[in-house]
């Protein structure tokens, strides 16, 4: 009986002591799995600003609508011409600093701003209209420019640019403001030669890794922020490479990384002036009909790639403006998340511009 019970006993304790190792690990997988999202946003490597944002948090970035800015600014916008080149401006009351905005290919700065009896050829693409916005509620005096072809060009373009800059600023007397900057694709591509010769307080490179193979780089090169769609592989090997350029410099830089985001029925009515909800959930319902979006809502493909033109000749109880096509297929584009202008991330990049005025 001594020993039947001495072996209960033993096997009792041996019991309890696998359950206390089982939880044990249960809380250190759980540790490990906290810090692992912690850390996998920020990559604290020699002091980089690495900001990866998860699906989840995009789309809820992604959640702000067209009229967001309503009760703060207004467009009211100046248009004019230099030299036969055409730019776009608004100066909000008591500006604290100015900021250029450069477009991409098949880009123009009508793209910036809402069509108005100020400027009735504007277009106000979702995300350029939704970046100048921001601009102007933070206190920033905004000019867009129009490139002399499709795409920017890298010689005589830059002076041209740099005068109008100059020029524009002396005309205003905004002098004494700090100077930043905002270009995408082959507008960041512009930008961050441009920043090699004029002096800005800071810029950020869109949807590009910038020329940097073609510049050279001292101390006085601004801090540069570069934002982009982790899905093009290659871009991202060229900027992971060049932040590491410019901090060998002392030049600060950091990264943020724009994740893919699910599509909603409501999504094309929140960032499109002039689509309403009825629209925007008939257009949902029918990319899920056509496969172009899975069942979580995520694109398939680029929205370029898609040919989902085609369905408004197909159902022709379709009530579309001709002229809010290319604003859906920037919004398409920007879901997929390969290559596009965005405004998703605009917090982040105002916090760097404002971190560097100064």
Known sequence: ML??????KQRSSAHNCRIQ????????????????????????NDGDVKVKVKPSLAYESHKQIWNSFDSLVKFHPTREFRNGTDLIWQIPESP????????????KAINFWDKSIECPNCIGLPEERLLVLHGLAQGFAVITISSANRCWSFGKELLVV???????????????????ALGASSGGYFVSLLASSKKFNSIVLMIAEGMFDEIDINEDYPPTLFVHMPKDLYRQQKIDEYVMVLKDKGIDAGVVECMEFPLSPDTLADRIPGIDQTLSRNLFEIFKEKGFIDEK???RKDGRKMKWQNILDERKNLLIDKHLIPHIQEELNLAFSY?????????????????HIG
């Open 162 to 180: 740099k005068d109008i800059l100059e020029w524009w600023i002396g005309k205003r007397k905004l002098e004494k403001l700090p100077l930043v």
């Open 21 to 44: 190792v089982l939880v044990m690990s249960f809380i250190l997988m759980l540790m490990l799995v906290i810090l692992f999202f912690i850390f996998d946003n920020v990559n604290d």
């Open 339 to 355: 290559h596009e202008m965005t405004s998703v991330h605009s917090d982040q990049i105002f916090k760097w511009f404002e971190s």
């Open 96 to 107: 604290k600093g100015v900021l250029f905005l450069a477009h991409g290919c098949n880009g």
């Open 297 to 299: 809502g995520y694109m």
């Open 3 to 8: 020993n039947h019970g001495y072996k209960s």
